[in-house]
């Protein structure tokens, strides 16, 4: 069985590899292939891809608002996203200009995970800072 695919790009293989429960092998792969290739009869179906694996990125975004202190948002850039000082003002300052931005870009589960801590820190703080995720 051959599975060809339009997309050249390096998620295409992850996600047929999710989609398939299929395990990538990477002593079996042809550098000049550009298209799966399923053994039906081995235990483990194997998917043969010339391009490294990559899963779906997340962007996480800060959102502003009239309330929360500036002082907070640089203190939340600098402990959940490990931004150094300088940055964390940069960050912080765009998005009370522009309105939203972008405070690093994730897996999704650490993207849920920043995204989550953040919510739960402003809301025991008693502010209402917006943190959101999007795909990249
Ligand atoms: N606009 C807020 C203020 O003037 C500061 C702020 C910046 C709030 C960024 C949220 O994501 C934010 N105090």
């Known amino acids: 069985m051959v599975l ?3 997309r050249n790009d390096n998620r295409s293989s992850y996600e047929a590899s999710r989609t398939f429960g299929l395990k990538r092998q990477d002593h079996q792969c042809d550098q000049t292939m550009s298209e799966y290739k399923i053994k039906p009869d081995e235990t483990t179906l194997t998917l ?9 990125m997340y962007k996480v975004l800060l959102h502003n608002d009239d309330y929360t202190p500036m002082d907070f948002v640089v203190l939340i850039l600098e402990t959940v996203f490990h931004k150094p000082h300088d940055d964390a003002v940069k960050i912080m ?17 650490i993207a849920e995970v920043k995204t989550t801590k953040v919510t739960e820190l402003s809301r025991q703080n008693e502010y209402p800072l917006m943190c959101t995720m999007e795909p990249e």
Not at 48 to 56: C, V, Y
Not at 93 to 109: N, P
């Open 48 to 56: 043969e891809r010339n391009e490294t694996q990559q899963p779906p």
């Open 93 to 109: 300052l765009s998005v009370h200009q522009k309105g939203t931005g972008v405070c690093g870009v994730f897996t999704h589960e």
């Open 4 to 6: 060809s695919s339009s």
